[in-house]
């Protein structure tokens, strides 16, 4: 098969415009969408794109946090990843975690998003402690998306915690779709908007 992708032209011309994005604010909160280490389906769709194109992407930047969102409803639900033998989620969250700290990437604070009491997050919680993840928790509202002006005020995201970063760049990752990264991402800029501090948030995809 011809290779028809230059990956390298790919990495650094993603590399040059996120950096010059980060110039302009105090903080981007970067969404990376898809998969970060395996992200075989692009890679399967597009000769020459590598599994791990965007990691690339990420070790041309200057430092930068990284915080892993997980779903609290998916662990409820017991998900399976269909495209990883139909590993529970759980596991395969473990799996990438460990991927991610091999390929270089400091240990990630974890995002615990759409939260309800449930035994099975709670234990899983216990479990990514153990191993010494910072894990934060983020309940659900009931009113989002629907009323911004509730959401948008102390009943809503000024109940949740502001995540400590130390980089003007933060990277948010997931083991999957539907894991409450937008989400987590904007009460994020309202937690710092009410401190006077200038956020912007972008979303990473395979391509511009």
Excluded: W
């Excluded at 033998?85 to 759980?90: A, D, I, R, S």
């Amino acid at each position: 098969m011809e290779i028809g992708f230059d990956l390298k032209k790919y990495v650094t011309a993603q590399a040059r415009g996120l950096t010059e994005r980060v110039k302009k604010f105090s903080k981007l909160y970067l969404e990376v969408g898809g998969r970060l280490c395996q992200d075989t389906h692009t890679s399967r769709a597009l000769p020459g794109y590598e599994k791990d194109a965007k990691l690339r992407v990420l070790r041309f930047l200057e430092d930068f946090d990284f915080i892993y969102c997980i779903s609290a409803r998916d662990i409820t639900n017991q998900k399976r990843r269909k495209n990883s033998g139909g590993q529970l989620l759980t596991d395969y969250a473990l799996d990438d975690l460990e991927n991610l700290i091999s390929a270089g990437i400091k240990k990630p604070k974890i995002a615990m998003t759409l939260f309800k009491e449930e035994k099975k997050v709670s234990e899983f919680k216990d479990v990514l402690k153990k191993k010494s993840y910072e894990v934060y928790v983020f309940n659900e509202l009931n009113s989002y998306p629907c009323s911004p002006e509730k959401v948008l005020s102390e009943e809503g995201f000024g109940q949740y915690d502001l995540i400590e970063t130390k980089n003007n760049l933060v990277v948010v990752s997931a083991p999957g779709g539907d894991s409450g990264k937008m989400g987590f991402c904007i009460s994020q800029l309202y937690l710092n908007s009410l401190k006077s501090v200038p956020c912007c948030f972008a979303k990473f995809e395979n391509l511009p």
